[in-house]
Nanobody, 114 residues
Framework: QVQLVESGGGSVQPGESLRLSCAASGSLFRFYVMGWYRQAPGKQRDLVAVITSGDSTNYADSVKGRFTISRDTAKNTVYLQMNSLKPEETAVYYC????????WGQGTQVTVSS
């Protein structure tokens, strides 16, 4: 079993930054993919960024150049640095881990508003 705990959400103004963290614990395999998704009210959950255990990354087109996903292997933690945030990026951000099965965190709220 894998547990994921997100942190770092909050309320910011447009153009500001936030860094989200997702700490994984439990039965982790060597090879896995971790990612960040977001879900706004009334909308589907969309991919934001993913990173593999080989440090390959992929981003949604809308966040390329502004968001950076990274990981600290020793801490089993993945980060999402979000710069130049926009109001339309207000959502609950979820972390997931995929290694055979898929595990989700509880989500962290990000609100971008002036």
């Amino acid at each position: 079993q894998v547990q994921l705990v997100e942190s770092g959400g909050g309320s910011v103004q447009p153009g500001e930054s936030l860094r989200l963290s997702c700490a994984a614990s439990g039965s982790l395999f060597r090879f896995y993919v971790m990612g960040w998704y977001r879900q706004a009210p009334g909308k589907q959950r969309d991919l934001v960024a993913v990173i593999t255990s080989g440090d390959s990354t992929n981003y949604a087109d809308s966040v390329k150049g502004r968001f950076t996903i990274s990981r600290d292997t020793a801490k089993n933690t993945v980060y999402l640095q979000m710069n130049s945030l926009k109001p339309e990026e207000t959502a609950v951000y979820y972390c997931d881990l995929r290694s055979g099965s898929t595990y989700w965190g509880q989500g962290t709220q990000v609100t971008v508003s002036s």
